[in-house]
Structures are given as structure tokens and as C-alpha cells.
């Protein structure tokens, strides 16, 4: 320290040392605004704020794993329908992602009227940041493995996404949740397919049901409210049974009886749009379960 003391003045080594603090806080910031660039710019601040605020955070899923993401709760704690909303399944349709977020800012200034809302914006985080559809899975193993639209019911001793689709199957059976959406979007409109072979990717602007008394009402609900902002063609949603096998509305409908929705939107659409959309579809069904007040019909 003297040999150091003797080379630099107190006023240089102060500044070195704030250089260094300086330096790092730097980087950290530059960091996490480089890691938000798969969100619009205003979900980048609805994450920040919401990613930080414990006391909306129910748990987290996947704990301490690079797969770790954050179920929100906003409870009125009264009793009522419990809802789950999902966000990010597959990384690469971000509509649903940027809806989910926008859902979380959307409803921290409403007061929901009964029940509870959970929503998971980010299910596969890793698959969102990069804007896939999947994460890798090890040689030799079943691509949809690392899907996890295609995991559910899920596996506790399974791959990374087989254990995230049994939490979320945990949260639906422990919270007893009685209407569940999937937020999707797909490469064609669903009006515009004519060929069988493009069954999956021609599903843009539909609601994906399970078959049930509910699921069927509250399909009409959503969909005739949605279309009455459309004219007529192929932008207009359509009511289309039976969700893919192993995704998750698939699986909450035949499982748990309860309705079960793939929201999926067109990627040829504006991404506003189709936020739009997803926010619509969400909010109409909230509405019509009574937990939040008449609001999708007044935007
Ligand atoms: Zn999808």
C-alpha cells in the first residue's frame, strides 16, 4: 500500500476506484436493456417494473434453473373464476408474449370485480429470448421435447420443458383454475388454407377449443365480439375444435373439463394488431366470466 500511496495522490486513486464502481454498473445496465431486445420498447418497461415487484410475483417456476420464470397474481380476494393466462409457449409468435406483458400493465390499474388472475408471460423464457419455437434437446431425442406446446402433461423427471409443463400443470390443479388461455400465433390465416398439409401453420386468427358446454359459449363470446371490429375476409377469427395433442389447452380442456383456448393470431398482421387481438380475446373472456368490468367493448 505505501509503494501504491507514493505512485498516486489520493484524488487519482479515488478516481480509479470510481472509474472501476462506474465501469460495472455500467455494464450491468447495458446488459439487461441488451437482454430485453426481444420486447417492444413498452414491454420492455412493463417487464422491468413487473419482473421487480415481489409482491405480484405468486412464485416462480422452474426455481433456480436457467428456465426460471414468474407466475403474477392479481387476487381480489373474493370468491370467483380463477384464471390462467400463458404468454411465450413457443419463443417465436411474440404477440402472445407482448400481450401477456401488456396484460400485466392493463390490469394492475383495474379492479378486478371477483376471482384471481395468474398469468405466466414468458413459459419458455430461453425459446422467447432468442425467438424460437423450441430449445435444443440432446442428439437422438424428440425435437418436441424441447416444445412445450407439445409436453403437456409434463414430466417431473423429464427435460427442461417436460418439467415446466408439470409445474403449470401443478398451478392449474392446485389453484383450481376454471378457464385457461394460450397465447399462439401462427404463419398463415386460417380463411386462406386450403391445403390439409398446412393444418398447423394455417391457424392464424382462430380460438383453439377443447369441446365443452362452456368452451363453446365462451368461443361464440370471444369470437363474434372480436369480429365485430373486422370486415368481412380472411382477417375474421374462427372457432376451431380440438387443440394439437400434447399443448397445453389440449390438455387442461380433456383433463381438468375446464375451457381451454389456443389464442392464435396472424404473423402477416401488424404486431400491434395482433397484441390487440390476443388483449381482446383475453379481456372479453374476463369479462364475460365476470372478473373484470364491461371494458373490451369500450376499446
Ligand atoms: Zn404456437
Redesign the pocket.
Given at each position: 500500500m505505501k509503494i501504491i500511496r507514493r505512485l498516486l495522490t489520493i484524488n487519482q486513486f479515488t478516481s480509479i476506484v470510481l472509474f472501476i464502481i462506474g465501469f460495472f454498473l455500467f455494464n450491468a445496465s447495458y446488459a439487461t436493456a441488451q437482454d430485453l431486445n426481444y420486447l417492444s420498447e413498452e414491454s420492455q418497461k412493463i417487464h422491468r417494473s413487473f419482473w421487480a415487484c415481489d409482491s405480484l410475483i405468486f412464485k416462480q417456476l422452474m426455481k433456480n434453473t436457467p428456465y426460471q420464470t414468474p407466475v403474477f397474481l392479481f387476487d381480489s380476494q373474493k370468491n370467483g373464476s380463477v384464471v390462467l393466462i400463458v404468454g411465450g409457449?413457443?419463443g417465436d409468435?411474440p404477440a402472445?408474449c407482448e400481450a401477456a406483458h401488456r396484460l400485466l400493465s392493463f390490469l394492475s390499474n383495474v379492479e378486478l370485480l371477483q376471482g384471481k388472475i395468474f398469468i405466466i408471460p414468458e413459459a419458455n423464457k430461453i425459446a422467447v429470448s432468442e425467438n424460437k419455437?423450441r430449445i435444443p434437446v440432446p442428439q437422438d431425442v424428440d425435437r418436441e421435447k424441447g416444445n412445450l406446446?407439445r409436453c403437456f402433461p409434463g414430466d417431473s423427471e423429464g427435460l427442461p420443458m417436460e418439467q415446466m409443463a408439470h409445474e403449470v400443470t401443478n398451478l392449474i390443479r392446485s389453484q383450481q383454475v376454471e378457464l385457461f388461455m394460450d397465447l399462439?400465433?401462427?404463419k398463415f390465416y386460417h380463411l386462406e388454407t386450403t391445403d390439409d398439409s398446412e393444418e398447423f401453420n394455417g391457424l392464424g386468427q382462430t380460438l383453439i377449443f377443447t369441446v365443452n358446454e362452456q368452451a363453446a359459449w365462451l368461443g361464440m363470446v370471444a369470437v363474434d365480439h372480436l369480429n365485430s371490429s373486422i370486415e368481412p375476409g380472411i382477417k375474421r377469427f374462427t372457432l376451431v375444435e380440438r387443440p394439437v395433442k400434447f399443448s397445453a389447452a389440449w390438455f387442461a380442456g380433456e383433463l381438468f373439463g375446464i375451457p381451454a383456448f389456443?389464442v392464435?393470431t396472424c404473423r402477416k398482421l401488424p404486431l400491434e394488431e395482433r397484441i390487440y387481438y390476443q388483449l381482446e380475446a383475453v379481456k372479453i373472456m374476463l369479462e364475460d366470466k365476470g372478473v373484470i368490468v364491461n371494458v373490451a367493448s369500450s376499446q
Open positions: 409457449t413457443h409468435e402472445g419455437r406446446n399462439h400465433e401462427s389456443t392464435e
